[in-house]
């Protein structure tokens, strides 16, 4: 049975898990209600769990360029087993978003031990955006916290982007199958979700988790309703023949998509999808400042784990000179 939740319980919560994701790097924590995503025909088939809540609290977890240098600075491959070391960030997502979890449900008093070493927590679930389900696997719990409130996520693929785009996130372009951010354009990390047995509160739960600058002008939409269009074309909107513009521009796009999936992907190809990438958001020159850096963007579509390791002491000797 789960432990009734007071409102300063829930505050408590919301404010410790932001404390702690924002430590890891993750700085962006956009909260929604899983119905948002549930009642489109998507989310239907395949929908987040409810707790028979009728707004269900749920937290999108991303993160801007910023997360490059926090991970960095923790980095070390002695540490790693061989699975953890084929993805470092995955893992890193893995081993901490839940375990923030847990710990802020304990810090709210909703994950509570009696004398008889009963353990009751608030239900909850973490799935993860490089994961067909999550992890941990269905009907375990997350590492390091046995007998707690884990419900396993939907067993099929959740499509993390379609999440992110009827929770009010980022827009998903089918052009470019990029999710584009209204402040940060293409350069976001769609990392996990956490879903928890508590009633989603617009006007309690968005104060409460926008008390950052990055969660507070990273979100612009406070009711969970998705973007009514593409940000990207947000200025070329503006112009007498905006959408004739924004046309032209979608062709565009379209054209030299098709042209990358024609070839298929190679590892040594990936400055021609960055620079793609960079297409989708020419017409916004304020989101050039959240470009990513150049080890980042490598990382990104390369996954060369074997260089982390390299960056992550130059990172170390730069900032002890």
């Not at 200025?235 to 565009?252: C, F």
């Given at each position: 049975?789960?432990?009734?939740?007071?409102?300063?319980?829930?505050?408590?919560?919301?404010?410790?898990?932001?404390?702690?994701?924002?430590?890891?790097?993750?700085?962006?924590?956009?909260?929604?209600?899983?119905?948002?995503?549930?009642?489109?025909?998507?989310?239907?088939?395949?929908?987040?769990?409810?707790?028979?809540?009728?707004?269900?609290?749920?937290?999108?977890?991303?993160?801007?360029?910023?997360?490059?240098?926090?991970?960095?600075?923790?980095?070390?491959?002695?540490?790693?087993?061989?699975?953890?070391?084929?993805?470092?960030?995955?893992?890193?997502?893995?081993?901490?978003?839940?375990?923030?979890?847990?710990?802020?449900?304990?810090?709210?008093?909703?994950?509570?031990?009696?004398?008889?070493?009963?353990?009751?927590s608030t239900p909850f679930t973490v799935a993860f955006s490089h994961y067909k389900p999550s992890v941990p696997a269905p009907g375990s719990c997350p590492e390091g916290s046995p007998d707690t409130g884990f419900v396993p996520p939907p067993e099929k693929v959740l499509r993390f982007q379609q999440v992110a785009h009827f929770s009010g996130l980022a827009f998903f372009n089918p052009v470019s199958y990029l999710s584009m951010h209204p402040t940060y354009g293409p350069w976001t990390g769609l990392r996990a979700l956490i879903v928890v047995d508590l009633e989603y509160d617009p006007s309690q739960d968005n104060a409460q988790l926008f008390a950052s600058e990055a969660s507070r002008c990273g979100t612009t939409t406070l009711d969970s309703t998705a973007l009514p269009s593409n940000p990207a074309f947000a200025?070329?909107?503006?112009?007498?023949?905006?959408?004739?513009?924004?046309?032209?521009?979608?062709?565009?796009i379209q054209e030299k998509w098709d042209a990358l999936l024609a070839r298929g992907y190679e590892n040594r190809d990936w400055r021609e999808w960055i620079d793609f990438r960079k297409t989708t958001a020419i017409d916004r020159p304020d989101w050039q400042a959240w470009q990513y850096s150049e080890q980042q963007i490598l990382y990104h579509y390369t996954k060369c784990a074997d260089r982390l390791q390299g960056w992550a002491d130059e990172l170390r000797e730069r900032e002890r000179t």
């Open positions: 049975m789960a432990p009734l939740c007071k409102p300063e319980q829930k505050e408590v919560f919301l404010a410790s898990l932001q404390a702690s994701l924002g430590r890891l790097g993750f700085d962006i924590v956009h909260p929604f209600a899983a119905q948002s995503y549930n009642e489109t025909e998507v989310g239907k088939t395949n929908p987040l769990p409810e707790f028979s809540q009728r707004s269900t609290l749920s937290i999108y977890i991303a993160n801007t360029k910023t997360f490059w240098e926090v991970f960095l600075r923790q980095y070390d491959s002695t540490k790693l087993t061989a699975v953890e070391a084929k993805d470092p960030i995955d893992h890193y997502c893995e081993h901490h978003i839940p375990k923030v979890t847990v710990q802020a449900l304990q810090d709210a008093g909703l994950l509570v031990i009696d004398q008889n070493m009963t353990k009751t200025l070329l909107r503006q112009q007498p023949d905006g959408e004739a513009l924004v046309k032209d521009r979608e062709r565009i």
